[in-house]
């Protein structure tokens, strides 16, 4: 681990690893699991290392060890019973907890390390599946609640965008269906997190699909240039923060509009925004995914 020295608040630790800060005094109270230091107002700030623990600590407590066993074990047997139990079992949340302590800490050594561990038993699918996309739902609430700053979350995310990135070049190689069908990948206005739409594009092409990744922010007129070059079209974005919520349905009317009046045109969407938008009547050419997974699953 690098020497960055960060300081966080209890309720940190509560975002951090899940465990309720009441919780963490009556461990300390009661085990003396951690030791926080404290201002000149008596209120509690704890050190990375106090973190790395409670992370460790609430690991090996969501597979089965009671925390009285966990306070009998030396400080340097901690880790190592993380470890034995991750070895063995799956090794999933304990990555998870580690990829945390990596974008912490902007540990980049860390991050690959752990990484190159998961990828000798696990395929890269399976890693997005099972680490990258619960760790990025987290990171996103660990943003909202200014648990961590920005710096943290793109920090993470542009390493994992890179190894989407790497997987696809990797597809180069692979030779493609006929293009009978083609794929175009867009963010809408204002829109830029497109680690999502990124994998996506990865899965079609990995089944041969032709595939156009436009990437973020993408004004809807300027996607009229496709017609003029593929005539079996569908399109697939992922609304993260943007279109606003109460504006979703005018946008997809519009886009239906000005876009799906081919007969061989589409448009298929998902992403977090789509939870809260009220229901409503979609055009018969618009399909919404509540998951990549059911996406990909369509083709």
Do not use: C
Request: charged share 20%; proline share 5%; net charge negative.
């Amino acid at each position: 681990m690098n020497n960055i020295q960060v300081n966080f608040s209890i309720k940190d630790l509560e975002n951090l690893t899940g465990i309720k800060a009441h919780t963490i005094r009556i461990w300390e109270k009661r085990y003396n699991l951690l030791s926080p230091n404290r201002s000149e107002t008596n209120i509690r700030n704890y050190s990375t290392e106090s973190l790395q623990k409670l992370l460790n600590i609430s690991y090996l407590n969501n597979n089965g060890l009671k925390i009285s066993k966990i306070a009998n074990l030396k400080e340097e047997e901690i880790p190592i019973k993380v470890r034995e139990i991750a070895s063995r079992s799956k090794i999933e949340d304990h990555a998870i907890n580690a990829l945390k302590m990596a974008m912490i800490n902007f540990d980049q050594v860390l991050l690959y390390n752990t990484y190159n561990n998961l990828i000798e038993n696990r395929t890269f699918n399976e890693i997005f599946y099972t680490v990258f996309l619960p760790l990025l739902d987290e990171i996103g609430l660990l943003w909202q609640t200014n648990t961590i700053t920005p710096a943290h979350e793109h920090f993470l995310s542009i390493h994992i965008k890179q190894k989407i990135l790497l997987n696809i070049e990797r597809l180069q190689i692979l030779e493609p269906k006929p293009i009978s069908k083609t794929f175009v990948l867009f963010l809408p206005d204002n829109e830029i997190h497109d680690i999502g739409l990124l994998f996506i594009n990865y899965q079609l092409r990995s089944k041969g699909y032709h595939t156009i990744f436009l990437g973020e922010s993408v004004p809807m007129p300027s996607l009229l240039d496709l017609h003029e070059y593929f005539e079996d079209i569908t399109f697939i974005s992922y609304f993260t923060v943007q279109p606003e919520i109460d504006t979703i349905p005018e946008y997809i009317n519009e886009f239906n509009d000005l876009l799906l009046k081919k007969d061989n045109t589409k448009l298929h969407i998902l992403g977090p925004k789509l939870a809260d938008v009220p229901h409503f009547m979609l055009p018969s050419k618009v399909s919404i995914f509540n998951s990549i997974e059911s996406l990909v699953n369509e083709f």
